[in-house]
């Protein structure tokens, strides 16, 4: 079985900030970890995803993550925030195999502050 | 090229009733999966099809099915509503199947609201 869970349902941060948002996954096998975006009323937009090939991804929009296999961590990070960065952020798994589908976390809702 | 489109935007429908989502998916791709989204929660996968037959299934019951057509596209349907089934239902397209580590797309969504 795989889970993923995400510290913090709100982080705040002020513009121009480091932002950190913390996903840890569970897995029997080696996962495959994205992180998605979700705008007010929109669908999940992809800003990255880890599939074995370097453990630091480079996404969209300045946001890069690093799979550690030790910590079983993927968290999100981008040096300085902008204000458009306010959203809904997702961190999901699956291994792959395409029959458990995409498992997501509940969430964290990234403030910006002026 | 236009994305992943789904109909229709919002829906209302009372408990008990059925209702049918459609999606379409990206141009050229052949896998086409559902989630669910209810307020608050991250998404949860119900359905993925691929080439018209089903490759994966989530913890959902009977009253969910879904069906993939030969251009793709995809109806998900669900039976005797309950309140719980209101829910931001979303659809996602990707090239292929059993490569979910390929990019899904996803579309806006279907807002449904049961009384």
């Known amino acids: 079985a795989q889970s993923v869970t995400q510290l913090g349902s709100h982080v705040s941060v002020s513009e121009g900030a480091l932002v950190l948002l913390r996903c840890n996954y569970s897995?029997?096998?080696?996962?495959?970890l994205f992180w998605y975006v979700q705008y007010p009323n929109q669908g999940l937009q992809l800003l990255l995803k880890?599939?074995?090939?370097?453990?630091l991804v480079k996404g969209i929009n300045g946001f890069e993550a690093e799979f550690k296999k030790s910590e079983t961590s993927f968290h999100l990070t981008k040096p300085s925030a902008h204000m458009s960065d306010a959203a809904e952020y997702f961190c999901?798994?699956?291994?792959?195999?395409?029959?458990?589908?995409?498992?997501f976390g509940k969430g964290t809702h990234l403030i910006i502050q002026p | 090229d236009a994305g992943v489109t789904q109909s229709p935007t919002h829906l209302i429908k009372t408990r008990g009733q059925h209702v049918t989502l459609r999606c379409s998916p990206i141009?050229?791709?052949?896998?086409v999966s559902w989630y669910q989204q209810v307020l608050g929660q991250g998404p949860q996968f119900i359905f993925q099809?691929?080439?018209?037959?089903?490759?994966g299934r989530g913890n959902f019951p009977d009253r969910f099915s879904a069906r993939q057509f030969p251009n793709y596209s995809s109806e998900l349907n669900v039976n005797a509503l309950l309140l719980g089934d209101s829910a931001l239902y979303l659809c996602?397209?990707?090239?292929?199947?059993?490569?979910?580590?390929?990019?899904?797309?996803f579309g806006p969504g279907t807002r449904l609201t049961v009384l």
């Open positions: 880890y599939t074995s090939a370097a453990t």
């Open positions: 099809y691929y080439e018209k037959e089903e490759r």
């Open positions: 999901a798994v699956t291994q792959g195999g395409g029959a458990d589908g995409l498992t």
């Open positions: 996602a397209s990707s090239p292929r199947t059993g490569a979910l580590r390929d990019t899904q797309y």
């Open positions: 141009s050229g791709h052949k896998s």
């Open positions: 897995s029997s096998v080696p996962p495959y």
